[in-house]
C-alpha cells in the first residue's frame, strides 16, 4: 500500500497520549488499542452509523426504555438540575433526557472536538433557552467542569453501555472518577448492557452491512493519518467474538499475511493470523451491574429494563464521602 500523504506538521500535532498508545499497544503482546481512539471525526460518524443498524439492538432499546421512564425520572431527579453528558458523541439520546428533567444546563463532554462541537450547535438550536457548555476532554479522570454549574446539583448521564468498554477494575475507577467529578448530592443515569445469547450479541458487533469493520479498521487508518504510519490497512481484517468466560464481546483486527510496518519511523511485524485487540464490550446481569456500581461510589436507587431484558438504564445517586481516618 503506497504511503499516505501527511499535511506538513500533521503527525507533530498529534495527541500525545494516542501516540503513546499506539506505540506502546503495537509493541506489546498480544498487541492492543485503547478503544477510546477509534473517535476522531470519521468514528465518530461510524459509530453514529452503526447505532441505525438492524442488528445493534442496544440503542433503539436505550431510546425506548428512555421514553418510557421518562415520568419517574422527573420525579426521582427533580428539575433544575445540570446534566453532564460523558461521552456525549452526536447527543441523540440528549434531548429525550433533557425534556424530561427540565435541566438548568448541559454540558457535553467528548474527546472528539470537533464532532463536540457540531452536535452542541444542533442540541442549542433544538433548545435555545438552555444553557449548552460543551467541554472537550477526557472523562476517564476528574475533571474541573464550567464554574457556571459549580453549585448546581448534577445529573450524569452515561448512556448507551459506554462502561462496558472498559475492564471491571478500570470501571470502577471510572465511575470515582465521575462521582469526584460531579461531587456531593449527584445522581448518574447510566446504560449497561445485560449478558444474553451470542447469537444475538455477536451479530450487533458483525453487521451483514461492514459498517463495524470499517469502524474497527479506521483506528488504523488513523494512525496512518496521523503518526505517519504505513500500515497495509487492506491485510487486516475485522473480528467479534463472545468471550464467555470474561462475559464480553472482544473486537479484533487480525492480520491476513504477515506485515511490516513502519509507525512514526518505528518498525513492527505481525504475522499471519495475530490480532491487535481494539474492544472489549462487557455485559453485565444485574447483580454485577449493582456490585459494580457500589465499587465505583454510587447507590442505585431504580433500575429499568425492556420486556426482554437485553438492556438496563439506572439511576443511581453518590455515595457520601468517607471522612478521611
Wanted: glycine share 8%; proline share 7%.
Amino acid at each position: 500500500m503506497l504511503k499516505p500523504e501527511i499535511e506538513d506538521g500533521q503527525a507533530s500535532l498529534a495527541d500525545p497520549q494516542f501516540r503513546a498508545d499506539v506505540l506502546a499497544g503495537l509493541a506489546r503482546r498480544p498487541r492492543a488499542i485503547p478503544a477510546r481512539w477509534f473517535y476522531d471525526h470519521r468514528g465518530s460518524e461510524l459509530f453514529e452509523d452503526i447505532t441505525d443498524l438492524p442488528e445493534y439492538y442496544p440503542t433503539r432499546t436505550e431510546v425506548a426504555l428512555l421514553e418510557g421512564l421518562c415520568p419517574e425520572l422527573h420525579q426521582l431527579t427533580g428539575k433544575g438540575r445540570a446534566v453532564v453528558e460523558f461521552g456525549s458523541g452526536s447527543s441523540t439520546k440528549t434531548p429525550t433526557l433533557l425534556k424530561c428533567v427540565e435541566p438548568s444546563a448541559y454540558v457535553p463532554i467528548d474527546i472528539s472536538g470537533d464532532f463536540l462541537r457540531e452536535s452542541s450547535r444542533t442540541l442549542s438550536a433544538a433548545f435555545p433557552e438552555l444553557l449548552v457548555l460543551p467541554f472537550e476532554a477526557d472523562f476517564t479522570r476528574p475533571l474541573n467542569l464550567p464554574h457556571t454549574i459549580q453549585d448546581a446539583p448534577k445529573l450524569g448521564f452515561f448512556p448507551g453501555s459506554t462502561i462496558g468498554n472498559l475492564i471491571p477494575l478500570a470501571a470502577v475507577d471510572l465511575l470515582r472518577a465521575m462521582r469526584a467529578s460531579l461531587g456531593e448530592g449527584a445522581m448518574l443515569l447510566i446504560g449497561m448492557d445485560r449478558i444474553k445469547d451470542p447469537g444475538v450479541l455477536v451479530p450487533a458487533y458483525d453487521d451483514a452491512q461492514g459498517v463495524t469493520a470499517a469502524f474497527n479498521i479506521n483506528v488504523l487508518e488513523r494512525i496512518n493519518r496521523e503518526l505517519d504510519g504505513t500500515i497495509p490497512v487492506d491485510a487486516f481484517r475485522h473480528r467479534a467474538i463472545w468471550n464467555d468466560d470474561r462475559a464480553r464481546i472482544e473486537m479484533h483486527l487480525e492480520a491476513t499475511q504477515d506485515v511490516s510496518f513502519t509507525v512514526e519511523g518505528r518498525a513492527f511485524e505481525i504475522t499471519a493470523g495475530e490480532t491487535i485487540h481494539t474492544e472489549n464490550s462487557h455485559k453485565y446481569g444485574p447483580r454485577d451491574a449493582r456490585i459494580l456500581l457500589r465499587s465505583g461510589g454510587w447507590t442505585p436507587i431504580r433500575e429499568w429494563t425492556d420486556d426482554e431484558g437485553k438492556f438496563a438504564v439506572i439511576l443511581a445517586e453518590a455515595q457520601a464521602e468517607r471522612p478521611a481516618p
